[in-house]
């Protein structure tokens, strides 16, 4: 990802507000899907941002509750990523303070065990630089999951989402801006995962907490 999206220039809110007019209105795995058959269901692209957010978080892609209520992270894995970051869904979900940018903008459907598929492949790449691009306020990329990991650390991801995490406090102080910390995803299919790594809450949820509190605290 290049650093410094945007370049250090502030978008005029209307060139954000086609941008995410355009985005919502994306139909591309629907009519044109390069990877694999087309969305079992009507696009409904997700995404929360605006010129003034330096939080940004990087989510996977949506679930089936947030497909239906058009917000993200309005699930159980949207209320355990609130208490990691010591905020409320009022600060979480106003875009001025807390940018969210999915790796996948719609719901990409079930799997035949019921989970969740994983991203869309197609949707990163045609809009993840321009929408970071349009967010030149930012300081901090929150990854969560491996999907975000893998495409915002290319060669800086470790062996394994544990190693990345564990290594989350060495890769927030490098030199690339925005800053990045890797999360592991908050579902509780992660839960087995949170008991067998108990350092997580120890010594990654401090950081994200306090950089939380940094850039979203009112100006």
């Not at 591309?28 to 009507?42: K, N, T």
């Not at 969740?116 to 999951?145: F, K, Y």
């Not at 992660?190 to 306090?210: M, Q, V």
């Amino acid at each position: 990802m290049p650093e410094g999206p945007g370049a250090g220039t502030m978008p005029e809110d209307g060139a954000l507000d086609a941008l995410l007019r355009e985005y919502r209105a994306c139909r591309i795995c629907a009519d044109a899907p390069r990877h694999g058959p087309p969305l079992p269901h009507p696009p409904r692209p997700i995404v929360q941002a605006a010129p003034g957010a330096r939080l940004c978080i990087a989510g996977q892609a949506p679930g089936t509750r947030v497909h239906l209520s058009g917000r993200p992270f309005t699930d159980p894995s949207g209320d355990r990523l609130r208490r990691w970051m010591g905020i409320d869904a009022a600060t979480f979900h106003d875009p001025e303070r807390v940018a969210i940018v999915p790796m996948g903008g719609c719901f990409p459907g079930q799997d035949g065990r019921g989970g969740d598929l994983p991203p869309r492949r197609e949707c990163a790449p045609v809009w993840r630089h321009r929408l970071l691009a349009a967010l030149p306020r930012l300081e901090l990329i929150v990854l969560v999951g491996h999907y975000a990991m893998r495409w915002h650390l290319r060669d800086d991801m470790r062996a394994t989402l544990t190693a990345t995490v564990a290594e989350g406090r060495a890769i927030h102080a490098q030199t690339r801006r925005p800053r990045l910390l890797p999360l592991p995803h908050p579902s509780w299919r992660n839960n087995t995962w949170l008991r067998r790594n108990p350092w997580f809450e120890d010594d990654i949820l401090p950081l994200l907490r306090a950089e939380v509190a940094r850039l979203t605290a009112a100006a």
